[in-house]
């Protein structure tokens, strides 16, 4: 992970028993070299908006990041929770067999509506799938039933339209 992240993944990783190896941040966020020296069997990443940096990752980097990851063989888990504010590649565009796509509704559109989404490769699906049943981890009836209604009206990406506005006018 990248030696500064958010304290929440750090909370997750403690109750799942994952020893975090805090990894070199520069400007353009995490670095892929670091990735290479260490060679975790993992690394949790924040591309876009970092919590609690800021920073975005450049297409370049994240294809050196992509570059690093496919020949070891290490995966990713990509944290785009804050993606929505910024029209950028996702890593996963370019490591698709190794990265993990982790969002959430909670921050796109309401903090109260808890509902996470992943993409997976078919390679890691079985695993993840397995990992979140082991945790009990479901979405809630309701907020399902009112997320599907609301991407399919189009409200979650006037949301987003209208934050993205105000993110603009904010920085």
Known sequence: MEALTCPVVKGIAARLGVTLVPL???EHGLVPEAVREAR???VYVQPTLH?????TM????????AHVLNPLGINA????VYAFLRDEVPLAAYAPERTVLVDSLSK??????????????????????SALRSGGWTAP??????????FEDGTVFSVRRRKRIDAAHKS
């Open 24 to 26: 070199p941040v520069g």
């Open 40 to 42: 975790p069997d993992a």
């Open 51 to 55: 919590n609690p940096l800021g920073v």
């Open 58 to 65: 450049p297409e370049r980097r994240r294809q050196e990041l």
């Open 77 to 80: 888990v990509e944290d785009t």
């Open 108 to 129: 796109r559109f309401s903090p109260g509506l808890t509902l996470g989404f992943l993409v997976a490769s078919e390679g890691l699906a079985g695993r993840v799938a």
């Open 141 to 150: 009836g309701f907020t399902l039933v009112a997320a599907t209604h609301w």
